[in-house]
């Protein structure tokens, strides 16, 4: 699996210190309720029915023992002796006290783990097939892109406050186990005609309180391309998805509105800036991701 | 593994295939019967770490169906792996059935539901809890969401629960028909709404028509898909009105 280098536990140190002093000022009665709400929420920190809810993402629902295990504790040490695997693969303590998230915070970081992005209105923790890598019927292991595509979406500065929360989830299997259709974005990995690596891109799709499925928005995407699409996708959904009214600001919504002709016409004319340009991913940095999901047997 | 059944019924429910000839994969579930799907104590928690340390390569995995993976174990691993979970309560035999019911952690916890769904899942699993019967019903996925905004994935169930407000009290809206996967379906509600009370009743009419209207080894999905929704409206208000 993944493996923090000197600069990803530098950012998430850093937000460790930045968050214990916001919390900090607001128990000392510097910050009020609503300026530490967006503070705490990037954070993964709900204030729930009767407690706070702390959510840990776990990505792509991969762990290590070692992970496992400062989990184990944490829910000991800092809750009521369990914690609870949602459905989007991470994990959600329910019973933490505001004051140690702080404390939870930072003896997550020594086991590359944080809550960053588990809440608000951003790119969210992005969901696979719990099989990728072994099951017999995948066809493209899709964590590699899965752990690039986290890099990129992590802080990205422009996508911190979109109409609403977003959600990717990708798989390489002709069955699908990661319901992709009813995501945000769904990246389905297939080998083309070519035999390289190519991606569907389904978008649109969702639950909730309209519950539609997503649209092939195209059919074939060069996996070279993924981020800088995915990134006119979101650009043009930040741009025009309703913020007038929560019930309405997924991207479905807009997508709907609009036709997926329309809205895939809006996103050629985005992508067509962004394409080739630093978003590109290229063979080298794929082969050096892609190391650490290297088949274990 | 002729020998022992128990061991037998957990390999044809939670080992999956593997493309690594000798190797498989372990789903460990996190629904025994009667507890909140997807709690896991601190103790199951580090049993999860040895035996991935023992058995594989020090890697797990989360599902969005919420159990546990063990991705990469021998084959003659597995009886060890079988006993330690089963000690620690993690090889509940139902992977793929009804009881491995998704669910959203509802009213209990959530500030947005409208209803409870923990406790639903929990009477579900009583109601079913008889292996045999778990085993003759087959593939089944039941999702279960507090409120519409779907946690619980409740629209792609096979069956969905999805809690209601109704005047300050909690109901539940029943959908069937929906599926995840690659040929994806959104669920059709079956009609009014019901109470707590009479949930695990109508699971057990909707599988009533599901036994009798199936044909050899005919998912309850495909069922659902063949016939629609009626017969198994009629049946469940049917019942309702006589009850
Ligand atoms: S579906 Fe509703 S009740 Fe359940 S966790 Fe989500 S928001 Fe809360």
């Not at chain 1, 769904?186 to 519950?211: H, N, S």
């Not at chain 1, 600001?249 to 895939?264: H, N, P, S, W, Y």
């Not at chain 2, 707590?196 to 036994?211: D, H, N, T």
Request: proline residues 5%.
């Amino acid at each position: 699996m993944y493996k923090y280098d000197p600069i990803d536990q530098q950012i998430v140190n850093e937000r460790v210190a930045q968050y214990r002093d916001q919390t900090r000022r607001y128990l000392a009665g510097e910050l009020t309720d609503d300026e530490y709400r967006p503070l705490r929420l990037q954070n993964g920190l709900y204030i729930q029915r009767h407690a706070p809810m702390l959510r840990i993402a776990v990505p792509y629902g991969l762990m290590s023992s070692k992970q496992l295990r400062k989990l184990a504790d944490i829910a000991k040490r800092y809750d009521r002796g369990y914690g609870h695997f949602s459905t989007r693969q991470n994990l959600q303590l329910n019973w933490p006290k505001l004051e140690d998230t702080p404390d939870i915070l930072a003896e997550l970081a020594t086991v590359e783990m944080h809550a960053i992005q588990t809440s608000g209105n951003c790119i969210r923790n992005i969901t696979t097939d719990q099989f990728a890598g072994i099951a017999p019927d995948e066809i493209i292991d899709p964590r590699a892109i899965a752990e690039i595509m986290r890099q990129w979406s992590t802080f990205h500065p422009e996508f911190a406050l979109l109409p609403r929360k977003f959600k990717i989830a990708v798989s390489g299997t002709e069955k699908d186990r990661a319901i992709v259709q009813a995501h945000d974005i769904g990246l389905e990995f297939y080998k083309d005609a070519q035999g390289q690596m190519a991606i569907k891109v389904w978008v649109g799709g969702g639950l909730g309180r309209t519950p539609i499925l997503g649209t092939v928005i195209r059919e074939h995407l060069e996996w070279q391309h993924v981020l800088s699409y995915c990134e006119a996708v979101i650009r043009v959904y930040n741009i025009h998805g309703r913020r007038d009214n929560i019930y309405k600001a997924r991207i479905k919504i807009l997508v709907k509105a609009l036709g997926i002709d329309e809205f895939r016409r809006q996103v050629d004319e985005e992508w067509a800036h962004l394409k080739d340009g630093p978003l590109t991913i290229t063979q080298n940095e794929l082969d050096r991701v892609a190391k650490y999901f290297e088949p274990m047997p | 593994m002729a020998s022992n059944p128990a061991f037998a019924a957990w390999v044809k429910r939670c080992v999956q295939p593997h493309r690594v000839p000798g190797y498989r994969a372990v789903t460990l579930s996190l629904k025994p019967h009667g507890k909140a799907p997807g709690d896991i104590t601190s103790e199951q928690m580090h049993v999860v770490a040895d035996l991935a340390d023992a058995y594989s390569f020090g890697e797990l995995r989360s599902s969005h169906e919420q159990n546990l993976i063990l991705a990469d174990v021998q084959l003659s691993d597995l009886f060890a792996v079988w006993e330690k979970a089963r000690a620690a309560g993690l090889a509940t035999p139902n992977i793929g059935l009804l009881t491995d019911i998704i669910c959203c952690p509802g009213g209990d916890f959530c500030s947005l539901a409208n209803a409870k769904s923990i406790p639903i899942a929990e009477a579900i699993q009583m109601q079913f809890d008889n292996l045999d019967y778990l085993y003759e019903i087959g593939d089944l996925e039941l999702n279960i969401s507090g409120c519409m905004n779907a946690c619980g994935h409740h629209h792609v169930g096979h069956i969905g629960i999805l809690g209601v407000d109704k005047d300050g009290s909690e109901w539940y809206q029943v959908t069937i028909g929906g599926k995840q996967g690659n040929d994806a379906s959104i669920g059709t509600v079956i009609g009014p709404s019901f109470s707590a009370e009479e949930m695990p009743g109508v699971v057990k009419r909707l599988i009533e028509v599901y036994v009798r209207e199936r044909h050899d080894e005919e998912r309850f999905i495909d069922t659902v898909r063949r016939l629609g929704v009626a017969p198994f409206k009629a049946h469940v208000y049917a019942e309702k009105e006589t009850a």
